[in-house]
């Protein structure tokens, strides 16, 4: 493959498919250089001093790390200025961040997940930033979070980092998923897969099974046909990967196929699941759809939900299309 920079893509893009205005290059752009910050904070562990707890909790009540933080704060410093964003909600924060009168207002609402899997820093494993963009509502003069409360389908872009042996951002815009590496000689953003596609079909899930004895009844069977293997509906065997850290077990699934599983259960009966709609279920469902899978909550799909919360957690079914599929159906059976 020829090796183009994010920036030659973009402008690629922009010509070919007139659906990536200036002001939405220059955002994600801007978000991509943060995440290479972000990748060198992470890589410095101990080293920079940025390990451990922050001795703080964030809105979801979650005991924030010390680069949940200095993520966050990468992310805000970063694209703060540019006159491309009207606001910013984080998981981190509870409120949105307008952006400061000293700065231009642009037409783009970022959302994101600064750090996500931030339990794996410690030990040294995998973790991502996940990021979505809307764009503003017409006529609108001072954002509120009413103003980010759309539906997935909504996403005019989405993505993540992911901060593994390699730094890559993976990213759609609506015409397919693209891939880059983080070269860090250059400090530049480097096209290395081209139209990322999930097949339809996998033989490998992800679940945390600690949680089997909590599952309500479609999960318990979908899970229980898949470790029955040869020997039982599914008639063959399946694999089982599961990282506690979405966007690393995503992209080993848009890569080479899988299904990842976050239900609810009876552990918490009033809520429907773990994970964020707006800054990880959303841009995850708008990235693996546009490689060709699917996402639902196990009724419909993912992208289709209309939010009334910012925070606002989904149960989340999201991977090969086959797969995916079998396991709504028997939530709808
Ligand atoms: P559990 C990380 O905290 C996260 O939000 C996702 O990245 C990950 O898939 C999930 O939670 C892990 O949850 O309950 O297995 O620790």
Redesign the pocket.
């Known amino acids: 493959m020829k090796r183009i920079s994010l920036t030659q893509h973009l402008v690629e893009e922009q010509r070919l498919h007139n659906t990536i205005p200036a002001e939405l290059r220059l955002l994600i752009e801007v978000v991509a250089r943060a995440c290479k910050t972000i990748s060198h904070a992470v890589g410095k562990g101990e080293l920079g001093d940025v390990m451990g707890s922050a001795g703080s909790e964030n809105v979801q009540g979650e005991v924030q790390k010390k680069l949940d933080v200095i993520s966050n704060e990468i992310l805000l410093l970063a694209n703060e200025w540019g006159g491309h964003l009207a606001a910013i909600a984080s998981e981190e924060m509870e409120a949105i961040y307008p952006i400061p009168n000293r700065y231009p207002m642009g037409e783009y609402l970022l959302l994101f997940d600064p750090l996500?899997?931030?339990?794996n820093i410690d030990v040294n494993v995998t973790i991502g930033t996940i990021f979505s963009v809307l764009k503003a509502p017409e006529g609108m003069k001072n954002p509120t979070e009413k103003d980010f409360l759309q539906p997935g389908s909504k996403q005019v872009a989405a993505g993540y980092a992911i901060y593994g042996p390699q730094t890559m951002l993976v990213f759609t815009t609506g015409n397919g998923v693209q891939g880059f590496t983080l070269d860090r000689e250059m400090g530049s953003w480097i096209m290395t897969e081209r139209d990322m596609h999930i097949p339809d079909d996998t033989s490998e899930f992800s679940i945390?099974a600690s949680?089997a004895r909590h599952w309500y009844p479609p999960v318990k069977r979908y899970v229980d046909e898949l470790l029955a293997g040869q020997t039982g509906p599914r008639g063959k065997d399946f694999n089982m990967r599961?990282i506690?850290?979405?966007?690393a077990?995503l992209h080993r699934i848009l890569t080479r196929g899988g299904i990842f599983m976050?239900p609810a259960d009876a552990r918490e009966p009033d809520k429907p699941g773990?994970?964020r709609l707006m800054y990880?279920a959303n841009p995850m469902a708008f990235v693996i759809e546009q490689a060709g899978g699917a996402a639902t909550d196990g009724k419909q799909r993912i992208m289709d939900i209309q939010p009334d919360k910012l925070h606002q957690r989904v149960a989340v079914f999201i991977g090969s299309k086959n797969e995916v599929e079998r396991v709504t159906q028997y939530h709808n059976t």
Not at 116 to 119: F, I, L, P, Y
Not at 244 to 247: G, I, K, L
Request: net charge negative; charged share 25%; glycine share 6%.
């Open positions: 996500d899997g931030s339990s945390n949680n599961w506690a850290s979405m966007v077990d976050y773990k994970l990880e």
